[in-house]
């Protein structure tokens, strides 16, 4: 068997989903609340450890899964199309899919406004001043507006490793320090 098989099948489910929420929220002109809910709904996994035994434990029931997600989901106040289909997620025992719905969701969101997040690990946090700078710098490199997802690697020592889609830019110093070892490496 394939190790990555189950990566991709869950990847397919939330696809189907996300393709379906999307579909109707763009029908509805409700995706900017779709974008909200969405962040809401990342949050809520980052911070409530309960929802996220909800998504991934075998021991709740079918009902059980699909009355707790609803429940969730109208206190988040989640634009019906999305609450249904988690609660429909629920009903098939596919909830545990949940985090690759929201990620593909995000980046159907982002394509249909033009947008493209760049990935920034750096040594240290950037200011709001900077992270713009950067943002229009990559807009005027990838001809598209671009979201900024930062991260900070202290093990970087300075600079910055930027990825945008498939190309990474990494001006960090641990990378120049690793590359100078190598040639330094080839000479003795």
């Given at each position: 068997m394939d190790v990555s098989e189950p990566a991709s099948i869950?990847?397919?489910?939330?696809?189907?989903?996300?393709?379906?929420?999307f579909d109707i929220a763009k029908e509805n002109k409700k995706l900017g609340k779709l974008e909200g809910n969405i962040n809401d709904l990342a949050l809520a996994l980052e911070d409530s450890a309960d929802l996220r035994a909800l998504i991934?434990?075998?021991?709740?029931?079918?009902?059980?899964?699909?009355?707790?997600?609803?429940?969730?989901?109208?206190?988040?106040?989640?634009?019906?199309?999305?609450?249904?289909?988690?609660g429909?997620?629920?009903h098939n025992r596919r909830?545990?899919?949940l985090p690759q719905l929201v990620t593909r969701?995000?980046?159907?969101?982002?394509?249909?406004k033009g947008e493209v997040t760049a990935e920034v690990t750096s040594a240290t946090a950037l200011s709001d001043a900077q992270a713009g700078k950067l943002a229009e710098t990559l807009k005027?490199?990838?001809g598209k507006d671009v979201k900024i997802k930062t991260?900070?690697?202290?093990?970087?020592?300075?600079?910055?490793?930027?990825?945008?889609?498939?190309?990474?830019?990494d001006?960090?110093?641990?990378?120049?320090?690793?590359?100078?070892?190598?040639?330094?490496?080839?000479?003795g």
């Amino acid at each position: 068997m394939d190790v990555s098989e189950p990566a991709s099948i869950s990847s397919g489910i939330a696809a189907r989903y996300a393709t379906a929420i999307f579909d109707i929220a763009k029908e509805n002109k409700k995706l900017g609340k779709l974008e909200g809910n969405i962040n809401d709904l990342a949050l809520a996994l980052e911070d409530s450890a309960d929802l996220r035994a909800l998504i991934s434990s075998p021991i709740y029931s079918r009902q059980s899964m699909q009355d707790a997600i609803l429940a969730v989901g109208k206190k988040m106040g989640l634009i019906p199309a999305l609450n249904n289909a988690l609660g429909l997620m629920a009903h098939n025992r596919r909830l545990f899919v949940l985090p690759q719905l929201v990620t593909r969701l995000r980046d159907m969101i982002a394509e249909e406004k033009g947008e493209v997040t760049a990935e920034v690990t750096s040594a240290t946090a950037l200011s709001d001043a900077q992270a713009g700078k950067l943002a229009e710098t990559l807009k005027a490199r990838v001809g598209k507006d671009v979201k900024i997802k930062t991260t900070v690697d202290e093990s970087l020592i300075g600079g910055l490793v930027v990825k945008v889609g498939s190309k990474m830019i990494d001006t960090s110093i641990r990378s120049k320090l690793n590359s100078l070892q190598n040639a330094m490496k080839e000479v003795g």
